[in-house]
């Protein structure tokens, strides 16, 4: 079973909504933390937002609370990022990750999913 499997992403039109989800195989839901890092073409992937088993959300560094909201749906064993307001930075590769607890450090990847803002 892929532990992570990524689906969501494509084309958006600037100021709508966007939401990529990542399902988790059942033993990575249950005891790993999760997370969303985003990469921009030309820079390094950067946390964005991560969450715990018991929900409690943090996010990144990159200015994006207000229009990012990661969440967890435990009947589908899923995480999801809800981007509002979609701007053009936010395009990019967006990728899920099982992450050390407390950190931004990835312990594994999902494939990745492509964003492209358009306006």
């Known amino acids: 079973q892929v532990p992570l499997m990524q689906s969501g992403g494509g084309s958006a039109q600037a100021g709508g909504p966007l939401r990529l989800a990542c399902k988790a195989s059942?033993?990575?839901?249950?005891?790993?933390?999760l997370g969303w890092f985003r990469q921009a073409l030309g820079q390094e992937r950067e946390g964005v937002a991560r969450i715990d088993t018991a929900g409690i959300a943090t996010y990144g560094g990159v200015p994006v609370k207000d229009r990012f909201t990661i969440s967890r749906d435990n009947a589908e064993t899923t995480v999801y990022l809800d981007i509002n307001n979609l701007q053009a930075e936010d395009s990019g590769w967006y990728y899920c990750?099982?992450?050390?607890?407390?950190?931004?450090?990835?312990?594994?990847w999902g494939l990745g999913a492509r964003v492209t803002v358009s306006s």
């Open positions: 990750a099982a992450v050390v607890c407390g950190t931004w450090r990835p312990k594994y």
């Open positions: 059942t033993s990575v839901y249950r005891y790993e933390r």
